[in-house]
């Protein structure tokens, strides 16, 4: 599908949305003046947009699923072998919360991937985590992690039970160190930005080693955002609190081609940019 194609569903998907809205203004005015009750006008406006919104999901969704099959999955592509993208698929929270990261009372996720790198099966995709916390009969919903969560499998074995956590990542307490101890690095540099913890008594510096640290260091100058690094059963996880939901566009915002291939290339080179420095 070609950009004109695809900008022809945005302004489908938008007319709907405003249609939808000027007819529930217009009824909810009627109502008032039959009525000359102001929460009928309330009452029909709610009802009106709630309807609305419904009717217009549709389009929407279909539209956003026809941009990432059409512009992201080809940006994409290249990456990989073995590629894989589902848009609307999930990471399992299961595989977040080994790493003792909490997946919240809410768990969202979607632009799942996977594939091979350098030998190195791959899979990331979009994750939100919302808690939930009551306090004086108020509830607050509150956002622990909105961003890319990245999981590496390498073939090797290694024996490593350890977390990396930048210094601003954990501020909501998202990732519990029960279990882990703290230990220090003997990298004043390194220990100013980021904590380690590691659980049992394993010698972890065969892994982290100075060349990983500055890899690390590295990757964290190059994207915006706070990571998380965990290494257990063969795995490395990444996450990247960037408050981002990637690949997504607007219904509002015209599809220019430029802008919009510059934005996506820009979220597959924080991809690999976390590829490379790693491996």
Avoid at 33 to 49: M, R
Avoid at 94 to 116: E, L, Q, R
Avoid at 138 to 155: D, K
Avoid at 253 to 266: F, R, S, W
Wanted: overall charge positive; proline content about 1%; hydrophobic content about 45%.
């Amino acid at each position: 599908m070609n950009f004109l194609e695809l900008e022809r569903m945005r302004k489908r998907a938008n007319f709907i949305l405003y249609i939808g809205v000027i007819i529930s203004v217009l009824f909810a005015l009627l109502m008032y003046i039959l009525s000359k009750e102001f929460f009928h006008f309330l009452l029909f406006l709610l009802l009106g947009i709630f309807l609305t919104h419904l009717i217009s999901l549709k389009p929407q969704r279909k539209f956003i699923l026809a941009f990432k099959e059409s512009l992201v999955f080809h940006a994409m592509r290249p990456l990989f072998q073995n590629f894989v993208y589902e848009p609307n698929k999930k990471l399992d929270k299961s595989i977040i919360k080994k790493t003792g990261v909490s997946t919240g009372m809410h768990y969202h996720s979607n632009d799942f991937v996977s594939g091979i790198y350098k030998n190195i099966s791959v899979m990331l995709a979009d994750v939100q985590i919302e808690e939930r916390y009551t306090r004086q009969d108020i509830v607050q919903v509150v956002s622990l992690f909105y961003g890319r969560w990245m999981v590496y499998e390498f073939c090797d074995s290694f024996k490593a039970d350890f977390v990396i956590c930048q210094k601003g990542f954990n501020q909501k307490n998202i990732f519990s160190s029960s279990g882990y101890k703290k230990i220090l690095v003997g990298d004043l540099n390194f220990q100013n930005n980021f904590t380690v913890f590691v659980r049992g008594d394993q010698d972890i510096f065969t892994i982290l080693t100075s060349s990983l640290m500055q890899k690390i260091r590295n990757i964290t100058a190059q994207v915006s955002g706070k990571f998380f690094f965990c290494f257990m059963d063969n795995q490395l996880h990444i996450g990247l609190q960037n408050h981002k939901n990637s690949f997504e566009h607007s219904i509002f915002q015209k599809i220019i081609e430029e802008e919009v291939m510059q934005k996506i290339t820009k979220d597959v080179e924080e991809i690999q940019v976390s590829f490379r420095k790693c491996f």
